[in-house]
Every structure is written in C-alpha cells, then in structure tokens.
C-alpha cells in the first residue's frame, strides 16, 4: 500500500487529496500499475488514479445533454468558467481527457 496525490474535480472548483493504492501484482514490473479504490459509494468516480470526479459533476453533464443536444467541449467550456468565477486553485480537465 502507498499514498499517492490525486485530485477532486467537483462542479466548482478542484480538492487535492491523498489516496491508498496497490501495486498490481499481475502487471509486468516495467510498467508496474496501482490499483485504486473504487470511490463510488462516497459519489466520487475514480478515472485514473489521479483524477477523480464527482457523481454530482457527471449527473450535470448528463442532465445537460438530455434537455439539449450539448457538445461535451461547449458544456466542459461552461466548467472552465465556473471554475474561474469560484477561483479553483486548480482549471478544469481539458477536452481530451475524455
């Protein structure tokens, strides 16, 4: 078990946190991976290890491609700036990384 840092992407701003993970005993020592926890009863979605984000941040995407066809950039723009307004210490994700 090792701590590593991660980062929280709520619907305003980002939390740095630290989490346990473990090393994956399957995976070829060269390329050594972490097993992270699986964060969904506490209403986070682990997507890397590194980057975690909140059911609450991805049910509004959802609740926002459902009322209207909304471009994943137009609606991850609409964070960007949400982010800035709440001063995140931290921007949103880019695009690419979905």
């Known amino acids: 078990i090792k701590p590593l840092e991660c980062t ?6 980002t939390l740095d946190r630290v989490m346990q993970v473990v090393l994956c ?13 699986d964060l969904g009863t506490l209403g986070l979605f682990n997507y890397n290890n590194h980057s975690m984000f909140t059911h609450d941040l991805l049910d509004e995407y959802t609740s926002a491609y459902t009322l209207a066809e909304t471009p994943f950039s137009m609606w991850t723009q609409g964070v960007v700036r ?8 931290r921007p949103f994700v880019s695009v690419e990384v979905f």
């Open 8 to 13: 929280i992407y709520t619907l305003t701003c």
């Open 82 to 89: 949400r982010y800035m307004i709440h001063g995140s210490s």
């Open 25 to 37: 005993t399957s995976c070829p020592a060269r390329g050594r991976r972490s097993c992270g926890p």
